[in-house]
């Protein structure tokens, strides 16, 4: 095998390798006389079949798999001979092969780069912080208040108002028609809950028990169902009874139902949930911080090989999102020319990124545990309640999609601990502060 280098150009390198007709037809015969040994003819003992007919019979077969053999081979010396470190399986081209003649073949690598990792031990962040507030819990508990409400029928002689409960028949037809799904009996709507038909809950507004009201709405044209989209529709209804709804009282036997021993055990469970959801968040726009100067002080060469790759993940999803949503305000006035250009930037970053995390990850032996892999998978089968069984049996017969799960895991190892070598200044904000999109803050600053 002949190994020529013909281009090294930044992260890129072109070989050129000849393997002659003389080594590719040795392999052949190797080949043939290993199959030669097990297959069955008749007239023939096993092992006995002469090489002609071997040639005859499976040289075209064989020949396929001593190419592919060999094409893997050359990849694998041109790696090991100039001692490469490919950023994505080199790329092999045949130039040139006849039967007898030599194989001539192209084989680009794409390197990854080769850098220092700043000296980071001047780098400040700040950290947003928020407390929890008596009105978060208090907040929390309306809620888990209002998920135990009850509905209490109204006796008095009154009109319905919004947030009333109205008890309700409903029969609905499309052009006259009878259509399925638009009847129902003993319902419970909540006024201005907007779970019907845009407009049909307004008209229901200052009806009494016992009315009957004939209510007319239009399907909205993005209704999941297609038939009724866009249509005019009317509904009889009948308006049995108005009931006004009860939250829960706040009190130890609402604690008990949600399994804690009183009140005070229940306010100190959301205290530390509330005070978890906040440090997660914080957690992130500190990563973010850290993110962004790191970025800001490294400006190294990466594979475009996989800035490639990393872009089309990215345009993907965002022509998936232009699809159910359309475009985002800040995109609308931007062609597609311009769009690409800036979230290629974007998939520069993250490699960037990618590669050094990853390099100071290596640097300071940061591995990822099986039991850290096992958790992960565990975490992740609860996202599936009810099919639990099958995303295990999943991941055991996949062990790559169990490998899959490495690298976040990874990357949130390294930035906690470059978090650990960096000041990290913590800044104490509200709530609101806390919360809201760094990119938004962004806007304003620019805005402003």
């Known amino acids: 095998m002949q190994i020529t280098e013909t281009s090294a150009e930044g992260l890129r390198r072109d070989f050129k390798v ?11 015969q190797t080949r043939l006389t290993e199959v030669g040994k097990t297959v069955k003819m008749p007239g023939f003992r096993p092992g006995k079949v002469p090489m002609p007919i071997l040639k005859q019979r499976y040289g075209q077969s064989v020949m396929g798999e001593v190419l592919e053999a060999a094409v893997n081979d050359a990849a694998q010396q041109v790696v090991a ?16 092969f006849d039967a007898g003649a030599d194989l001539a073949l192209k084989i680009s690598v794409e390197l990854l780069p080769e850098f220092e ?11 947003p912080v928020a407390a929890v507030s008596d009105e978060a819990v208090s907040e929390s508990l ?23 409960i109205l008890l309700i028949d409903f029969d609905g037809s499309v052009d006259g028609e009878k259509r399925p799904g638009m009847k129902g009996e003993g319902h419970e709507l909540e006024l201005g809950s907007n779970s019907f038909i845009p407009g049909f809950e307004d008209q229901l507004v200052g009806t009494k028990a016992g009315s009957d009201v004939t209510v007319k709405v239009t399907f909205p044209t993005e209704y999941h169902a297609a ?19 009860k939250d829960a009282e706040l009190n130890d036997d609402l604690a008990k139902s949600f399994g804690f021993d009183d009140l005070e055990a229940l306010k100190t469970a959301l205290t530390e949930r509330i005070g978890e959801e906040y440090a997660t968040t914080s957690r992130l726009r500190a990563k973010r911080a850290l993110l962004d100067k790191l970025a800001e002080l490294h400006d190294f060469e990466v594979p475009a090989g996989m800035v490639d790759i990393e872009f089309e993940q990215i345009w993907k999803r965002l022509q998936d999102e232009l699809a159910r949503d359309g475009a985002a305000e800040e995109d609308k006035d931007k062609d597609e020319e311009a769009l690409k250009a800036e979230y290629r930037d974007i998939a ?15 640097r300071n032996n940061v591995t990822v545990s099986r039991e ?53 200044n913590e800044v104490t904000v509200s709530v609101e502060d806390l919360m809201r999109d760094p990119d938004e803050e962004e806007e304003g600053v620019a805005a402003a």
Do not use: C, W
């Open 117 to 127: 990792p700043a000296d980071l031990s001047g780098v400040e962040i700040e950290k």
């Open 142 to 164: 309306g809620r888990l208040s209002k998920g135990r409400r009850t509905t209490e029928k109204v006796e008095e002689d009154r009109a319905a108002v919004s947030g009333d």
């Open 81 to 96: 001979d100039n001692n490469l470190r490919p950023a994505l399986q080199p790329k092999v081209e045949v130039e040139s």
């Open 227 to 245: 038939e009724l989209a866009g249509k005019d529709a009317v509904f009889e209804v009948k308006v049995h009874e108005i009931r006004a709804a």
């Open 348 to 362: 520069v970053r993250r490699v960037r990124l990618g590669l050094l995390l990853s390099e100071i990850g290596r």
């Open 18 to 28: 000849v393997l002659t007709a003389q080594d590719i037809e040795s392999r052949v």
């Open 372 to 424: 850290e892999l096992n958790k992960a998978m565990i975490d992740e089968v609860r996202r599936y309640p009810g099919q639990e069984q099958q995303v295990f049996d999943f991941f055991r017969k996949n062990p790559q999609a169990v490998e899959s799960l490495r690298a976040p895991i990874y990357e949130d190892k390294v930035v906690d601990f470059i978090l650990g070598s960096v000041k990290v």
